[in-house]
């Protein structure tokens, strides 16, 4: 059975280096690489990370269905294919998602059984100081950034879980747990029922029955 794990949180809280070191952690847990419109930065890899399309391919993919959810964010679509999720069913694994609230609302809606986990850094002043860090984006797109944090850690009460990422290695550990907890959870109950019924039936019945 595979349970659907939506992660989510501002830009510059720590998610995608969580969601890495998870990946690395040998829980064979299977990562959806979304699409996006958006250009590569650094030393991002396609089909790694992200794979990269054109605008006009990702409407005409949004026009044919192949989306379980889409966004736009920042002037860019971001969206998740829906063979991700059968691949990971085929290979009986959950999967991770790591999108944004928009995604994440979408997903909530055709999945209702899915887990939400919003991440997000312990205050603002070190979102911002992570953000500078990075020297990927400009005042103008630092300061744009904040505000959306605002907003989108109102949408805090949409999710199951909010992880307050501290400190990477406390963090990486909540989230593994959480990923573990909610595998056994999720685990159907007839599953579990349906040899012990069987070992029943299998018995031959007593002579003082």
């Known amino acids: 059975m595979t349970t659907v794990f939506i992660i989510s949180a501002p830009s510059g809280s720590g998610k995608s280096t969580l969601v890495a070191r998870l990946l690395a952690s040998g829980l064979g847990v299977r990562f959806s690489v979304s699409y996006t419109t958006r250009k590569p930065r650094g030393a991002e890899q396609p089909g790694e990370n992200y794979n990269f399309i054109s605008r006009a391919e990702f ?3 949004v026009r044919r269905g192949e989306f379980l959810e889409h966004a736009e964010v920042f002037g860019n679509y971001y969206g998740t294919h829906r063979e991700v999720l059968e691949q990971a069913q085929n290979e009986g694994k959950d999967l991770i998602l790591d999108i944004d609230v928009q ?3 979408q997903l909530k809606e055709s999945i209702p059984g899915a887990v939400s986990i ?3 850094a312990p205050s603002r002043d070190i979102l911002e100081q992570r953000l500078r860090t990075r020297s990927e984006d400009s005042e103008q797109v630092i300061q744009r950034r904040l505000r959306a944090a605002a907003e989108e850690i109102r949408n805090y009460n949409q999710y ?3 992880l307050v990422n501290h400190q990477v ?3 990486v550990n909540t989230l593994t747990s959480i990923i573990r907890a909610e595998h056994v ?3 159907r109950m007839e599953d579990q029922i349906r040899p012990i019924l ?3 039936e299998e018995r031959p019945p ?3 029955e």
Do not use: P, T
Request: charge should be positive; hydrophobic fraction near 40%; glycine fraction near 4%.
């Open 118 to 120: 919003f991440i997000l």
């Open 103 to 105: 995604g994440a609302r």
């Open 198 to 200: 069987k070992s029943f």
């Open 169 to 171: 290695e406390e963090s």
């Open 185 to 187: 959870r999720r685990i």
């Open 206 to 208: 007593s002579l003082f």
């Open 160 to 162: 199951d879980y909010v």
């Open 59 to 61: 409407e005409a993919r």
